[in-house]
């Protein structure tokens, strides 16, 4: 560092430290230094001078800071205007943390860090004032793949300096990371590999025993995690107290406080809090706002282990006056949902301040808090920049809307006031295929500006690099930590320029979307529709039914836990490990098939006319619910078992929303079809016979592009994709390294390349096995091919819930075809072509069994497309003999016939 910082710090110092000193003149010699800085051009002095007078008065310091980015004349030329500017950067993003506002900091902290890469200097600590505030920001803010991304960089850069302590203090940080994404062996091993590097008891030892007290208290290991705590306590409670030690001991603090908890301690919890907030009155002057705040939350908790909720009701809300200072709390206002942010402890405060009222018994007030805490949530949410992130958020989130379901859901059962009845229909929505629907946002946003815009441009180059790096990791064997790398430098600036879309266009469609509720959701139910959606949380089982304009009916089904696995053994037992145990023991199928009727549908189906949307939750979203049979007496002939397909017509969706808002078709003149077929397993000899008796009987009946083997490549697949309406896959469909693919002649297909697509079929049809099936992601749903396709903005998907019968699907599937051809839509389709199934006479009749039929589904909005037909040998016949008689009457007319008359 060269001199004339030395000498600027020590001046920050002194003005931090003695006040009374700083600026002991009239303001207006300030100004008139600045004024004369100005006019001399010196962009540097100007800067540094405004940064000095904002630490001597707090009170201005952040309007000053963020008013000197502004107000700059102009841009920084030099290379100590650069690191001028690069420290104001950095002070912003360090006093808007000081301040509470973690979002606000993220975004200095990224203009820095961006800032740094165009202009890198050496005379600022990047690794301590830089890359370590914005790596917690990322973990604070629940932004785990960030975080870890610029860790990652801080612990290069810390092995590059051959500094111990900060590789100590990076490995603690990336600890804490991994910890909050679940991952807590990674978590260990960091603070494992932290203590490595520190030989004595400095204060960033008390760092990494406190980090590990961090991850033994979420492994449930709280023998462990008391002694590691206060091993922390003992080292930092010694050292001499700096802001980082201060810090580091309040975070001590409040994990003993919460281990106190553990062991039923409520008063001594409660002491280790009030130490904390002595640490903050001390060291930090009132700043550190989002701390004390979560101190008061953990204290609000111990009243309420003590039975006290009046004096827990009055630090949640001192709690909520610290985060919300402009907004004054008593135990039933609220706030408009305008002055909340994304911030998690505000999201907490809100929580606790429902138990409290849940405790006095005001069950309205309660559930309003818990509303406000899922909207809070949202806006953290919105700020992830993986997928990965959202699901983990999404999947936290579930229980608290498990809780604000449980007290609407007694409200409702008391007042049978509709208000309720929609919110419990407003809370099931907002827990559904949120990032699904973000997705199919994206693409229509994305199909309007593409052209014009380079920020859409960047952002599909970008896309389609994180692609090929996921891609390139999973099939190659070589060089995976190099891909890694290039697939989160791609992620952090996609996440950038995905910013710069939300701020250049706030108020259009290329904000976050926008979930329907209440009312303005029930009137958008289509007439003839009867809505049924699930909701399941670990305590119960929601079932909500609706029609255009009103909620139906709600039922709770209790012990949701057992009666799910219930369910995932029916599904497992007769379905997944194959036909045998429906043929052996019909009648015990038929049993168990009526008891998932009558417990999850009896009633709610309306009448035969009605269509029935189900949108499903959990291990639901995997049932064929049109194959349950409606009544309770078995019979032995499978021709008279009452099929809920006889009765009705269902439909699947990811969520209402998503149905509701699908794109409509653009209507074309023709209705094109391609078709891929294999019919051999790549590099074996097992041909399957059902496919290229599939691939005959279609392209018999109908015209299209039709690919088997040779050419149904990987490329001539992504060739076709964005070129037709309808599209027919008929192959091996299966998990590789957890990813679900498709399997071409060639190569495979990963369900994450749809992502790169910016045009997809209308409507795409899977017939391979599992490709309605996949992972149940909590708080999303079943993470499948067809999940992928509808994200991708395909308007709808046939797929297959587990491994198919090749004959039976395709028979199905070319029926589905005729049935389309015939103008029906795809969902009636679909199930026309099964009740044609079920009346058809097979050599066995155990075909009839829904082992054999049931396994297709339609997902996605109905529509109408008719495939072209084929021209059949009648055609062609028809065709010669005009032909002919065309070039007769030619010869006629040209009279030549008359020599060979003649």
Not at 482 to 496: F, G, H, R, V
Request: charged residues 20%; glycine residues 4%.
């Amino acid at each position: 560092m060269n001199s004339r910082k030395y000498v600027h710090h020590f001046i920050v110092l002194v003005l931090v430290c003695c006040p009374a000193l700083a600026f002991a003149i009239p303001g207006n010699v300030v100004q008139n230094r600045l004024d004369s800085l100005r006019k001399a051009d010196n962009l540097s002095e100007w800067i540094y001078s405004r940064i000095d007078y904002s630490h001597t008065n707090p009170d201005k310091r952040l309007a000053v800071l963020m008013q000197t980015g502004t107000g700059i004349w102009r841009k920084p030329a030099t290379a100590a205007e650069h690191e001028a500017f690069l420290n104001l950067l950095i002070n912003q993003g360090y006093y808007q943390l000081y301040d509470g506002n973690v979002l606000r900091s993220i975004d200095c902290y990224e203009q820095a860090y961006a800032y740094f890469q165009k202009h890198p200097s050496n005379q600022i600590d990047i690794a301590e004032y830089l890359l370590k505030p914005l790596g917690n920001n990322y973990t604070r803010l629940g932004d785990y793949s960030r975080a870890l991304f610029i860790q990652d960089k801080n612990l290069a850069m810390a092995f590059a300096r051959k500094d111990s302590v900060l590789i100590a203090s990076v490995y603690s940080n990336m600890a804490i990371s991994y910890k909050s994404t679940g991952n807590l062996a990674m978590a260990l091993n960091c603070c494992k590999k932290g203590f490595l590097y520190l030989k004595k008891d400095v204060s960033e030892k008390g760092l990494l025993y406190n980090t590990l007290a961090d991850v033994w208290y979420d492994d449930s290991d709280y023998q462990q995690a008391t002694i590691a705590v206060e091993q922390a306590l003992a080292i930092l409670t010694k050292t001499n107290v700096s802001a980082n030690t201060a810090y580091w001991l309040l975070s001590a603090y409040t994990l003993a406080g919460n281990l106190a908890r553990k062991h039923n301690q409520p008063g001594v919890a409660r002491s280790y809090y009030n130490q904390g907030l002595n640490v903050i009155n001390r060291y930090f002057k009132g700043s550190r706002r989002r701390e004390m705040a979560g101190l008061m939350i953990q204290t609000a908790n111990t009243w309420l282990d003590d039975k006290h909720p009046e004096k827990a009701l009055d630090d949640a809300n001192k709690a909520l006056d610290v985060l919300l200072p402009t907004y004054k709390f008593t135990r039933t206002t609220l706030p408009d949902k305008q002055v909340l942010y994304g911030e998690n402890r505000l999201y907490d405060a809100f929580i606790v301040r429902a138990r409290c009222l849940l405790a006095l018994g005001n069950d309205r007030a309660a559930l309003d808090n818990i509303l406000l805490a899922l909207e809070t949530g949202e806006r953290s949410r919105n700020e992830y920049a993986t997928v990965s992130d959202k699901l983990h958020y999404q999947g936290d989130a579930k229980h608290v809307a498990g809780m604000a379901m449980d007290i609407a859901y007694r409200i409702w059962q008391k007042s049978h006031d509709a208000v309720y009845a929609q919110i419990l229909l407003d809370i099931a929505e907002r827990t559904k295929a949120r990032v699904l629907s973000e997705q199919v946002n994206r693409n229509r946003q994305h199909a309007s500006l593409a052209q014009t815009d380079t920020l859409f441009k960047r952002r599909v180059a970008l896309e389609r690099a994180i692609v090929y790096y996921e891609r390139e990791a999973l099939v190659n064997h070589r060089d995976k930590q190099k891909l890694q790398q290039n697939k989160q430098e791609a992620q952090y600036e996609l996440a950038s320029v995905n910013k710069q879309i939300r701020l250049k266009y706030p108020a259009s469609a290329f904000a976050q979307h926008t979930v329907l509720t209440g009312n303005a959701l029930l009137q958008r139910i289509p007439a003839g529709y009867r809505l049924i959606e699930y909701f399941a949380d670990t305590s119960a089982v929601y079932i909500i039914a609706a029609e255009k304009g009103k909620v139906l009916d709600i039922r709770r089904i209790n012990n949701a836990t057992t009666e799910l696995a219930a369910v995932k053994d029916y599904l497992q037992i007769w379905y997944h490990q194959g036909a045998a145990a429906m043929m052996n023991n019909p009648q015990a199928f038929y049993e168990q098939s009526f008891a998932i009727y009558r417990k999850y549908l009896t009633g709610l189906t309306g009448t035969e006319h009605e269509k029935v949307l189900i949108v499903a939750d959990d291990v639901l979203g995997l049932v064929p619910f049109d194959a349950l049979v409606t009544r309770p007496d078995y019979v032995a002939d499978i021709r008279k078992w009452p099929f809920l397909l006889h009765r009705t017509d269902i439909q699947y969706s990811y969520s209402l929303n998503t149905w509701l808002n699908e794109a409509p078709r653009k209507q074309s003149g023709q209705t094109t079809f391609a078709g891929f077929f294999i019919t051999q397993t790549p590099n074996t000899a097992v041909t399957i016979p059902a496919v290229a008796a599939e691939a005959k009987a279609i392209s018999g009946k109908f015209r299209g592009s039709f690919y088997t083997d040779r050419k149904a490549t990987l490329e001539t697949f992504k060739a076709v994709l964005p070129q037709t309406d309808i599209l027919h896959i008929s192959t091996h469909s299966y998990p590789f390294k957890n990813e679900p693919v498709l399997q071409f002649i060639d190569k495979r297909f990963f369900l994450f390349e749809l992502t790169a697509q910016q045009q997809v079929p209308s409507l795409v049809v899977l017939s391979s096995c599992r490709t309605a099936d996949g992972e149940v992601a909590k708080g999303e749903g079943v993470l499948s091919l067809s999940y992928g396709f509808i994200a991708a903005g395909t308007r709808g998907v046939l797929a297959g819930l587990w491994n198919v019968n090749d004959k039976a699907a395709s028979g199905l599937v070319t029926a589905f075809y005729e049935h389309l051809q015939k103008g029906e839509s795809t969902a009636n389709a679909l199930r026309q072509a099964k009740l044609q199934w079920l009346g058809t006479k097979h050599a066995n009749t155990a075909m009839l069994l829904p082992y054999y039929w049931a396994d297709l589904v339609y997902i996605g909005k109905p529509q109408t497309l008719k495939p072209e037909p084929a021209l059949t040998h009648w055609y062609w016949y028809v065709g010669a003999v005009l032909f002919l008689l065309v070039m007769g009457i030619v010869f006629w007319r040209s009279g030549k016939y008359k020599k060979y008359w003649i």
